[in-house]
Nanobody, 126 residues
């Protein structure tokens, strides 16, 4: 079983940056797909980005393309989400999750992910 702990959230002004971390324990991430999701108040949880350990391929939700970058540090068993040029609509609780069998075309569907962290709050406001 995989335990995930997110960190790095906070309050930032529009246009600012944050880097979220997702530290895994209990198992290596080498065989998993790792995703970042977010949930704004009153909205459904949505997929933000995903990285496949098998080949390093990455995926992004359209509104974050060019602003967010997902990456891995194998030695630290940690996945990062670098978020630049943040906008108020990026506000929400950000979760990382892992799944073993995540279809490439449907990486953004939360039901394909098995283990979840507790989430970290990101607030973009002036």
């Amino acid at each position: 079983q995989v335990q995930l702990v997110e960190s790095g959230g906070g309050l930032v002004q529009p246009g600012g940056s944050l880097r979220l971390s997702c530290a895994a324990s209990g198992s290596t991430l080498d065989y998993y797909v790792i995703g970042w999701f977010r949930q704004a108040p009153g909205k459904e949880r949505e997929g933000v980005s995903c990285i496949r350990s098998s080949d390093g391929s990455t995926y992004y939700e359209d509104s974050v393309k060019g602003r967010f970058t997902i990456s891995r540090d194998n030695a630290k068993n940690t996945v990062y989400l670098q978020m630049n040029t943040l906008k108020p609509e990026d506000t929400g609780v950000y979760y990382c999750a892992t799944g073993y069998s995540v279809p490439r075309l449907y990486w953004y569907r939360s039901r394909h992910f098995d283990y979840w962290g507790q989430g970290t709050q990101v607030t973009v406001s002036s």
